[in-house]
């Protein structure tokens, strides 16, 4: 398979760097960064303290003493914010690297830079530097065609700052054993006591997909609404009790069946 390059310049890119950094960031993100090491790309969710989403992200171990993180456009802004007023309380720094040019490269056979695990297919992460010279360009709507496929929500489309973690799937992204972070409570309460009220599904359209917005009907009665489908394969918000593998559904008179992604780990909560 061809490598291919996608140009990922807007995305959100922050380096954290102290003694502290890794016990600084343990307190405020969902993941457990005792599990951070070189090479290992470590999914994470950033909560306000009511526990709705702040940014999803992925963390890396660059040195003992330097971390980065990198989350998407729509989220940066609220990333920054989030932790630009606490380091302060820490012994670490933090920056934003605004003019950082960077690759996502998408192909097997392709080692350098860092891993980005989010896709079914192999992809690395490149910055401050070019894609090899044989990768072809990689465009946005091809890319959005693989991160659907591949069951990976994006921040501004299939989830926002009003989402709990939960309902986006972000599962593979949370800690359940280690200690308290902002939002604990929350995420703790919905996994012990209950469930969402919504959550994301795969949907799959037998023929030309709908419109993202376009609400998805069972039957005739209302049940969620599109969020993302650049192909046959889209995601959905769907009400939690409709939520189920299997279900015939319709969207912008286009019919549909909802799924699951295997790629999706187990849910934390009680599963859909």
């Known amino acids: 398979m061809a490598l291919r390059a996608l140009d990922v310049s807007l995305w959100g890119f922050f380096r954290f760097h102290g003694a502290d950094a890794k016990k600084f960031l343990q307190g405020l993100v969902t993941a457990d960064m005792g599990k951070l090491a070189p090479g290992v790309c470590l999914p994470a969710c950033v909560l306000t303290p009511k526990g709705l989403l702040v940014a999803d992200c992925e963390l890396y171990e660059e040195t003992p003493e330097s971390i980065l993180a990198v989350t998407r456009p729509g989220a940066a802004i609220g990333f920054l914010a989030a932790f630009e007023k606490k380091i302060m309380l820490s012994d670490s720094s933090l920056k934003a690297l605004r003019s950082q040019r960077a690759w996502l490269v998408v192909g097997e056979g392709y080692e350098t830079g860092l891993p980005w695990t989010r896709l079914d297919e192999p992809a690395r992460l490149l910055l401050g530097v070019d894609p090899p010279v044989e990768a072809e360009p990689l465009t946005d709507a091809e890319f959005d065609a693989l991160r659907v496929a591949s069951g990976f929500p994006w921040f501004g489309a ?98 549909g069946e909802l799924f699951v992604f295997s790629g999706w780990p187990k849910p934390l909560a009680k599963p859909a």
């Open 158 to 255: 299939d989830m926002s700052a009003e989402s709990l973690p939960l309902e986006a799937r972000q599962d593979a992204g949370i800690s359940m054993d280690k200690g308290c972070y902002m939002g604990q409570e929350t995420v703790s309460r919905i996994v012990h006591r209950g469930h969402v009220n919504k959550i994301l599904m795969g949907l799959r359209f037998a023929g030309p997909p709908a419109a993202p917005g376009s609400v998805v009907l069972r039957g005739e009665r209302a049940i969620g609404h599109v969020t993302s489908a650049p192909g046959s394969l889209g995601l959905a918000m769907i009400r939690y009790d409709d939520a189920c593998a299997g279900v015939k559904v319709a969207a912008d008179g286009k019919d």
